[in-house]
């Protein structure tokens, strides 16, 4: 029961650490590139649009879809490793 | 064939292809009903969480804001996609291995408490009700447009499809229908948006078109600008709110999409875990095909309006000229034209042209048919049109004189886009009524069929209110939807998040933290929406949409301090906790 236990623990950390580093950039790209720092970013033009106003209106968007696929495919390979899958 | 015909001809046969899956995927069990036996494959149900989630908001108003407000429009675009995000990973895959029935189902066992039930089952029911209220108000505009029928007729149509198979079909029913709900109303914003991209830049992608540059040789955006600034409007890509509130609201609307209940429950279909989260990315790519379509729809079509209303000079058109669009539109009451400077020209320009929504008088100016609607109260502005927003998207095709087909399909797509919506969230207060508080609270002792009995009779009378709301619209339908989102980011969410990620987390602590989010959020929305409240008196400038963010953080920042100095959970609810972060052994959606 302690193995199975320590290993749970041990898959949860790795867990909360994907899900820290794709939130990270969740954040970056759609409270910074797309809020923050987006008149700083709108100095630059970016296939005819302000990088700034891009960010906020499309790009951001597929950055999302993006983290979400990307952690659908880290989570199937950490729930292989543990041996948690269904 | 006239545009009457053909609408009739795309809204029927939608309707017929509803009615029939309807028939094919009736419920037979409480199970089937809530979760359709929690075995609809992911993509499957990624469609039908876009159909539920994009509602006559997204299809028919959000690009006609962001046509109104430019970059500020931002807030919506990123705050009802970044959401999908915060539900894959923090919520989801979680909730799918809890494996039950509902959002307060989960709130109820994991804080071994029915006050926390019932808390979660108030703000369920009343997120749910404000917007289905919305969504019947999408229809009505519809039917009074495009099938010349009364808008109370269009509203007990739309009720009686609903009707048909929400409380027949259950969440089963639901789920199939919205997949060709899904199809229809991707089609109908696609076609007409890549006809227009077409038309202004040559570009297939709208998305790539609104970066083009036009035959004058500037680009799309610039060309934007430069007539917003000529009219007296702040620059197109340039913001007019604070970045605090932009903030604050993005972070609402982001926390408050992944607290709804209606989306949630969605993920209580699949079957395993993992088909959570891949459904959640389904879900997304569905929405963000229509999503990044939305700001050049907007770009597009605020040049076009621009431009037939003033005409190429930008000094006004005559209005015996104006193309029939308008005037139908001005019949619908969404446009209102005075001729405030006498010249019998239509001039649009910034500032309001009316005190508030345009009041029409009898009849038109000298009782001449060609003439203008009498309006009786214009206000001092120069500029002397008024434009409802959100007829931009379904005037689009018109405006830039786009086949009659491409206009029925727009109809269609509108109502698919509400009908789904509505679905999902009738579906979701009769669970409330008939599992949350029937079954686990009232009266256990019920039996399975009992309780379905309930879910459908729940049904009726929510379909019922719903349709009162959709014939009698409360004037303030925008100010409660803010309170929607308010409530989803200020109660449910936090109190999900701390249930799956904090074993620590307790009754007392999660309790007290979804009060104080719900009073405080509701207290400022309330104060400033309904009592008067000047925007000056904002707290640190965050307006009242924006302000479940601070509900949020007061939660969390309540909860975990009850919870420190109360005692810890029972074992057995550390041990439910522990078993929800593992994804082996979800099986299907039990209710014990």
């Keep these: 029961m302690s193995s199975n236990n320590s290993s749970a623990q041990a898959y949860w950390k790795e867990n909360l650490r994907i899900i820290m580093t794709y939130l990270a950039i969740w954040f970056v790209v759609s409270y910074g590139c797309g809020i923050l720092f987006v008149d700083a970013l709108d100095q630059i033009q970016f296939f005819g649009f302000p990088l700034g106003f891009w960010f906020a209106q499309q790009g951001s968007i597929y950055v999302f879809l993006g983290l979400i696929w990307a952690y659908v495919f880290s989570m199937n390979k950490l729930d292989e490793k543990y041996d948690v899958h269904e | ?592």
Excluded at chain 2, 2 to 26: H, K, N
Excluded at chain 2, 47 to 58: E, Q, R, Y
Excluded at chain 2, 143 to 152: A, C, D, G, K, T
């Design chain 2, 1 to 592: 064939m006239s545009l009457d015909l053909l609408t009739y001809l795309f809204i029927g046969g939608s309707f017929a292809l509803y009615i029939g899956i309807a028939i094919w995927a009736r419920a037979g069990s409480t199970k089937e009903f809530y979760v359709a036996g929690g075995g609809v494959p992911p993509v499957a149900n990624g469609m039908a969480t876009a159909a539920d989630w994009m509602s006559a908001a997204s299809f028919i108003s959000l690009a006609g804001i962001v046509s109104f407000i430019g970059r500020d429009g931002t807030a919506y675009l990123m705050g009802w996609t970044g959401g999908y995000v915060l539900l894959a990973m923090l919520l989801a895959p979680y909730l799918r291995k809890f494996g039950k029935f509902t959002v307060p189902d989960f709130i109820g066992d994991r804080y071994y408490s029915n006050t926390a039930r019932t808390i979660a089952v108030i703000c369920t029911i009343v997120i749910s009700f404000t917007y289905v209220a919305g969504q019947m108000r999408g229809v009505g505009i519809v039917f009074s447009r495009y099938l010349h029928v009364e808008i109370e007729m269009g509203v007990v149509i739309g009720m009686a499809i609903v009707f048909f198979y929400a409380v027949l079909g259950g969440m089963k029913g639901i789920t199939y229908t919205q997949v060709a709900q899904y199809c229809v109303l991707i089609l109908a914003f696609m076609v007409p948006a890549i006809f227009l991209s077409m038309q202004v830049t040559g570009h297939f992608l709208p998305q790539t078109g609104l970066g083009a540059t036009l035959e004058s040789g500037k680009s799309v955006l610039t060309t934007l600008n430069e007539l917003s600034v000529e009219l007296g409007f702040a620059e197109y890509t340039a913001g007019k709110k604070t970045t605090i509130d932009i903030f604050f609201l993005t972070a609402a609307l982001m926390c408050g999409t992944a607290g709804l209940p209606h989306v949630i429950v969605r993920f209580f279909t699949v079957p395993r875990v993992k088909d959570a989260r891949i459904s959640a990315g389904w879900a997304l790519l569905f929405i963000a095909i229509l999503y990044t379509t939305v700001p050049a729809v907007a770009g597009f079509g605020r040049v076009n309006l621009i431009q037939t209303i003033n005409g190429p000079d930008n000094a006004g058109t005559e209005y015996a000229e104006m193309p029939s669009w308008f005037k139908n539109w001005e019949n619908s009451g969404l446009i209102a034209w005075a001729d405030k400077n006498g010249d019998g020209k239509v001039k649009y320009e910034a500032g309001a042209a009316f005190d508030g929504k345009p009041a029409f008088g009898e009849g038109r100016v000298n009782g001449d048919e060609s003439m203008q609607r009498i309006t009786t109260n214009a206000s001092d502005s120069v500029n002397e049109v008024y434009v409802d927003r959100d007829i931009m998207v379904l005037a689009n095709p018109e405006i830039a004189q786009l086949p009659d087909w491409v206009i029925a399909l727009v109809a269609a797509g509108a109502v698919a886009a509400a009908l789904s919506t509505a679905a999902g969230l009738l579906l979701v207060i009769s669970t409330s009524i008939s599992h949350d508080l029937m079954k686990k609270t009232i009266n256990p002792n019920i039996t399975d069929k009992q309780e379905l009995m309930y879910a459908r009779l729940a049904a009726i009378v929510a379909i019922l209110i719903a349709g009162y709301f959709g014939i009698n619209p409360p004037g303030f339908v925008a100010q409660v939807v803010a309170l929607a989102f308010g409530l989803a980011a200020s109660s449910v969410f936090p109190a999900i998040i701390l249930g799956i990620f904090s074993t620590r987390m307790n009754t007392q602590g999660a309790v007290a933290g979804m009060l104080v989010g719900l009073v405080s959020t509701m207290a400022y929305i309330i104060y400033f929406k309904f009592m008067g409240g000047s925007s000056d008196q904002w707290f640190l400038g965050i307006s009242p949409e924006g302000f479940g963010t601070v509900g949020m953080i007061l939660n969390l920042i309540v909860a975990t301090v009850i919870s420190r100095v109360t005692p810890p959970p029972p074992e057995e609810i550390q041990h439910i906790v522990e078993d929800i972060r593992i994804p082996r052994g979800a099986g299907a959606a039990q209710s014990h």
